[in-house]
């Protein structure tokens, strides 16, 4: 027998029990670690996991474990699908026992409120391991479950890693597609969430499809700009990273930063949209970095800005409406982008 | 600790090269082993890559190498032997085509392989600098008899700080690869000597071919262990040979010098793209090293940076960055450096006007980019220890796998950078060139950095207060950033006042170079050459400090 006999999901939240779900289903002898007992115990007993994942009957392979020491020293791979706020402080427990030759592939579309670095560089940084990746992709969780056919990014710089991944986690119902590009897959996922959000606010305030695509498209372009800025290449995110995942979080109540727009929209405060729903949206944490990262580079990102405005000082989505829509007329591709490329 | 070097210090340091240096018997064992290895590598790949096909492409690069140069009775006589191989492959069978091949490898090896006399080093790190320095004093018949039997040492000169104790340490318990900073032909006889006042052993080191066709280091760079490194070489079983001779000689356990910036800086920038080969080579050489159970087989990388004052070589290369087309011409055989009357006010420069060079030597790390101790651990950022071993491991077993260690060499360069930023001593000459250069680009904004390099800006003066606040801004930003651990400063500058700072800097500029850089005329500043000016401010490029400047 190797080293390792089994992969790990670190982070018992949706999407980390979903990609739980997919690994045992394709055999592999699957750790989930979390930290909530309660959850711990319903899917050992039950495969069940109701607060993330619902009805849905998770694959009895998976081996719940609240055990870091044990999760991390059996599983040669391991996918961290952990929220952005405390990603740091669980990759620093993990850095406790990993070693170079194990694979860490994070799982999570956030951004380090501390150091408005991506989460492969906070694995990087907690961790000793050089092996990293991340997958990332327009993947609902319940659709997933339902065995719907989809499809994920996983990119590294590493093709050990894109290789061993992909024999671990693709399965029929689910393709992953191999990348080098990881700021480009990592930075897609980040900025889609807040285009999300738009989204959400688009359709809370009745707007039509029409107001939808040009939100996906305007905000394709600016996350080619952030993007750029940290050494992503543009193409990524015209692919399943990019435009793949915002096609997904731009027009479903799956999505919760689409659901936080939406509610918003409605009149809700972000407090109560967020109490309501119970669960994180990246895209509030990412809204504050990236404004702030934008401002710094002075880069141009309308939708960004407008959404930082209404999160964080209290503007009116109608007020920021018509204000992107006041905006001077222009190039649809303008020399800016092509000046952050040619850099 | 970071630790300045003292003049206890260096005091009964002796050559400690016993057993370091390359043997004649390791030489020989070095060559045959490189030699065996290329064609093994050669002939294993045969299915991918024909051997006809890399011996038409070596005759291919040679023969462009050649053509591209002036006609000279000598690369006629080159592009005839070539010529002459070409007619040899083409009817040759695959047992002829390995022995084309064998010979190839044979004879770039030997053009590479270097040399130690430890005569010559012994007289190159002890006699030369008091020489020099002795020549140099002895220009005024007054100092050498008022001077004397004191003689100028540029052990005060060279101030060789930082890590030093760990390095010295860490040769004990493995093999040690040095990666300096590059701003200059002196930069090798800089290092070489620090090394030995700090009781190092001597260093292998690839030095650019051009070195050794200058009249004045030609015969030092032969003896001191350098090997050659044709840059014009471009063929694939040139570059390959070339690894596997930096490969071999690590796992002999030679400590080596390699400047990954691969030539001297042109913008005077510190190096941000770094050239990655031959320091690849240091993963096949760990992983034979593990394999073959080496008592020792640990590599440590040291980044090193070098600070002048002035650089002896600056008007040259700026006008090399700044011409598009001198970009591709990669090595300048008449700069600074082959005219020894410019080597000569350099240091001359450097003796009389309190002048220093900053050698630091940086924190070790490993060839995986994590910091090391003095025993050789490695420990992650965290401070937790690793076992480098697992990273070329699966499942309990030693893997090579090329992509993979390729890109731990990347990571490792990206580390490199990082700590050259970290260490990068400034100086008065960047201080001011910095902040001059920065209030010319606010001034013009509207003019691109060409037009402003060529014309110097609308205005050919500058209110001296107005430098002396914009100076004072930027000492007060640098001074955080130096306590902060973001960056080195000469030490007479952090309590320096600013009028200091920049009689400093131009007393330097006006000694050294021919060109005026800056003068002052009553209370007005005269940026006199831009580009001497942009040279010098491209030191602190990367600190986010232009946005100080009002």
């Not at chain 1, 850095?95 to 670095?117: E, F, H, M, R, T």
Request: charged share 25%.
């Amino acid at each position: 027998m190797g080293k390792y006999d089994s992969v790990a999901v670190i982070g018992g939240g949706s999407w980390g029990t979903t990609i739980a779900h997919l690994l045992a289903k394709k055999g592999n002898r699957t750790y989930l670690w979390l930290r909530d007992k309660t959850i711990f115990q319903e899917i050992k007993n039950s495969h069940r996991n109701k607060k993330y994942t619902l009805e849905h009957d998770l694959h009895p392979a998976i081996i719940p474990s609240l055990d870091m020491r044990e999760v991390v020293q059996r599983s040669e791979i391991i996918i961290v699908a952990i929220p952005s706020e405390s990603f740091r402080e669980v990759a620093y427990q993990m850095g406790n026992y990993v070693q170079g030759d194990q694979i860490l592939i994070s799982a999570c579309k956030g951004i380090d409120l501390q150091k408005c670095c991506t989460m492969s560089e906070v694995l990087k940084e907690e961790t000793c391991a050089k092996k990293i990746g991340v997958l990332s992709g327009p993947n609902l969780s319940q659709e997933i479950l339902k065995g719907h056919p989809a499809a994920a990014v996983l990119a590294s710089k590493y093709h050990e890693v894109i290789h061993k991944g992909m024999d671990t986690i693709s399965s029929p119902d689910y393709r992953i597609y191999g990348s080098e590009d990881i700021d480009g897959v990592e930075l897609g996922g980040v900025v889609k969430n807040i285009i999300a959000i738009a989204a959400g606010m688009s359709d809370g305030k009745g707007f039509g499809v029409n107001t939808k695509a040009l939100l996906v498209s305007r905000g394709i372009n600016e996350m080619g700009r952030v993007g750029i800025t940290f050494g992503a290449n543009p193409l990524t995110f015209t692919g399943l990273a990019g435009l793949g995942d915002l096609l997904v979080t731009c027009s479903s109540m799956q999505s919760r930063n689409y659901r936080l727009g939406y509610y918003m929209a409605q009149g809700k405060s972000m407090k109560t949209a967020l109490q309501e729903m119970g669960s994180v949206a990246e895209g509030v944490n990412a809204t504050k970095i990236l404004y702030r990262y934008s401002q710094k580079k002075k880069l141009e990102t309308p939708i960004m800005d407008g959404i930082y405005k209404i999160l964080y000082e209290q503007h009116s989505i109608s007020d920021i409406t018509a204000s992107l829509m006041a905006k001077l007329n222009k190039f649809e591709i303008d020399r800016t982008l092509y000046e952050l490329i040619k850099k | 600790m970071f630790r300045h070097l003292n003049k206890d210090s260096l005091k009964n340091n002796h050559i400690t090269y016993k057993g370091h240096i390359l043997k004649q018997e390791h030489k020989e064992r070095v060559v045959e082993e490189v030699i065996s290895r290329v064609l093994s590598n050669q002939i294993a790949n045969a299915d991918k890559v024909s051997l006809e096909t890399v011996i038409n492409d070596t005759i291919y690069h040679a023969r462009k190498r050649l053509e591209a140069k002036k006609t000279t009775r000598k690369t006629k006589k080159s592009i005839l032997y070539w010529k002459k191989l070409k007619k040899r492959l083409i009817h040759s069978s695959e047992e002829e085509q390995k022995k084309i091949l064998r010979e190839l490898i044979t004879h770039f090896t030997s053009e590479i392989v270097g040399n130690f006399n430890p005569k010559v080093y012994k007289f190159a790190s002890n006699v030369l600098p008091v020489a020099l320095s002795l020549m140099l004093n002895a220009l005024s018949p007054c100092n050498l008899i008022k001077h004397l039997p004191k003689f100028p040492d540029l052990s005060e000169r060279i101030i060789i700080e930082g890590e030093i104790e760990l390095i010295q340490s860490l040769q004990k318990v493995g093999t040690l690869i040095l990666v300096p900073t590059h701003l200059s032909n002196m930069d090798s006889i800089v290092i070489g000597w620090s090394l030995y006042k700090i009781n190092l052993p001597p260093f292998i080191y690839g030095a650019g071919i051009n070195l050794f066709t200058n009249f004045l280091l030609s015969y030092y760079m032969n003896n001191l262990g350098a090997y050659k490194v044709d840059r014009t070489k471009t063929a694939g079983l040139y570059k390959e040979t070339l690894k596997e001779y930096a490969t071999c000689t690590l796992e002999f356990g030679y400590h080596n010098l390699f400047f990954p910036g691969g030539t001297r800086s042109r913008s005077g920038a510190l190096e941000q793209n770094l050239k990655l080969g031959l320091l690849g080579s240091s993963m096949p050489a760990y992983i034979n090293n593990l394999i073959h159970q080496k008592e020792k087989p640990n590599f440590f990388v040291v980044p090193c940076t070098l600070s002048y004052q002035v650089v002896l070589e600056a008007e040259r290369l700026i006008e090399d960055e700044l011409k598009v087309s001198g970009k591709s011409q990669y090595i300048m055989e008449d700069d600074e450096f082959s005219q020894f009357g410019r080597i000569y006010n350099f240091l001359q420069n450097l003796l009389k006007l309190d002048s220093k060079i900053y050698v630091r030597i940086c924190p070790a790390m490993d060839l995986f980019g994590n910091r090391v101790d003095k025993e050789g651990k490695s420990y992650d950022k965290r401070g937790r220890q690793v076992d480098i071993r697992q990273y070329v491991m699966q499942n309990n077993e030693i893997v090579r796998d090329e992509q993979r260690d390729r890109q731990y060499t990347k990571d490792l360069g990206e580390e490199i950078v990082k700590s050259y930023k970290k260490n990068n001593v400034i100086m008065s000459t960047h201080i001011v060139s910095f902040t001059i250069f920065c209030i010319l680009k606010k001034q013009n904004a509207d003019m691109d950095l060409y037009h402003l390099l060529r014309t110097g800006g609308r205005e050919d003066n500058l209110p001296l207060n107005q430098v002396y606040h914009a100076l004072h801004t930027v000492m007060e930003r640098l001074k955080e950033k130096v306590s902060q651990g973001e960056l080195a400063m000469d030490h007479d500058l952090q309590n320096a006042p600013v009028e200091r700072i920049l009689d400093d800097a131009i007393n330097h500029f006006q000694s050294y170079h021919k060109i005026v850089v800056i003068m002052r005329r009553g209370d007005r500043l005269y940026p006199s050459d831009p580009k001497l000016l942009y040279y010098y401010h491209n030191r602190l490029l990367g600190y986010d400090l232009e946005k100080e400047i009002e």
